[in-house]
C-alpha cells in the first residue's frame, strides 16, 4: 500500500527512512523534532524529496533517480491536520465536496453518503464551521479529506487539539473508516493509546531515523537502548476480553500471566484488545502479594534491566504467552526485592491507573 526508500536533508536535519505498510494504519510515533510532519509533508508533496522514492497503491509519488514528482494536486492525498482548516465561508456540505470536485470522475470511488453517515455529520450539512464544536469540526475535516477518494489518507495529530471524551468519540470512527473504506491510513500522534488502539505498524522515529518498527505490541516498552525516555516508558499487551462484572463495575481483561481488570464495560466477551501500560504504573513484588487493593497482579521473568540514570531502573519483564512489560521502578526497590535477570517476578498495576485511559 505504501513503500517509501527517503534519504531528505532539509538544512541541518536528514530524514532517512526505508519502510512499506501492506494493510492498516502505520502509525509514526516520536518526540518533537524527529521528523514526523517532514514525512507526512514528503508524501503528500509539500515537501521536495531530495532523494529516493515513494509508492502508493502502485502510483509512484516521487522517485527522484527518474525524475518523477507528481505535484500534489495529482498526488490525490487526503490531509487531515489537528485543526480541522475548513473554509470559513462554505457551509460543511460545500466543505464536504470541495475535495471531490478536484478528483476525475472515474477516481470517485468513496461515496460521500456512507462517509457522512459513518462521521454522523448529516444533520450539520448546512450549518458553517464557526458554529461547531471542535469534535464536528474535526469530523467534517475527515470526511472532506475521504469524500475526495485519496489513494492514501494522511492525519498529522488530528486528535492533538480535543478533548479526551472526543478523542474517545472519533477514536472508534477512524477504526470504522480504516475498516469500511479500506483506505490506507498513516497517523501521527504522540499519544501510545491513539497508536495502540489504530495502529497495525508503529515507526518510532527519532532524530531522522526509524528507531523501531512494527505492532505496537513490538515496538513499545522494550526492544530501545539509550536512557528511560517517556517514548519507551509503556507498553502494549495484546488480550481478551472477559465477562463484565457489574457488582465492581470492572471488566477483566484475560492474558495469559493474568486477568489485568479495567474500570467499566470494555469490549464484548472474547473480543481481541490492546491495553497500555504505563511503566510508572507497575509496581514489583518478589513473592505474589498478600491481601491488597491491586486488583492485577501478572507473573514474569525479568528480561533486562536498564539502571538509571539517578534513582530510577527500567525493568523489562517477559510474560509467559507473549508479550513484554516495563516497570519504572527504583533501583533501592529493585535491590530491595533482590530479582535480577532471569528470575521470575510479580507485577502490579493498579486498576485505577489503567482506568483512565483508553482502551485500545
Ligand atoms: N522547512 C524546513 N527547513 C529546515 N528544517 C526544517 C524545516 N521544517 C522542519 N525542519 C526541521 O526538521 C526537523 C524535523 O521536524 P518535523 O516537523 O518533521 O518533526 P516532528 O517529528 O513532526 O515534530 P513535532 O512532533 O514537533 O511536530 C526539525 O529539526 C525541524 O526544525
Redesign the pocket.
Known sequence: MIRAEIDHT????R?EADFHNDAGILALF??????????VNLIAGL?RLSAGRIEVDGTVLVDTARGVFLAPPRRRVGLVYQDALLFPHLSVEQNLFFGRLFTPRAERRIAPGPVIETLGIGHLLKRRPAGLSGGERQRVAIGRALIASPRILLMD?PLAALDQDRKREILPLIERLRDEFAIPIVY?S?AIEEVARLAAKVLI?RD?RIAASGPPEEVFGHGLDGDIDRFALASVLTVTAGDYDEAWDLTPLMHPAGAIRVAGRVGRPGETRRVVIRATDVALSAEPPGPSTVRTVLRGLIARIVPGPGAVARVEIELPGGGTVTAAVTRMGLAEIGRTVGDPVHLMVKTVALDERPIG
Open positions: 532539509q538544512g541541518a536535519f530524514l516520536g518526540p518533537s523534532g524527529s521528523g514526523k510532519s517532514t514525512l515537501a495529530e501521527v504522540h522515529l531522522g
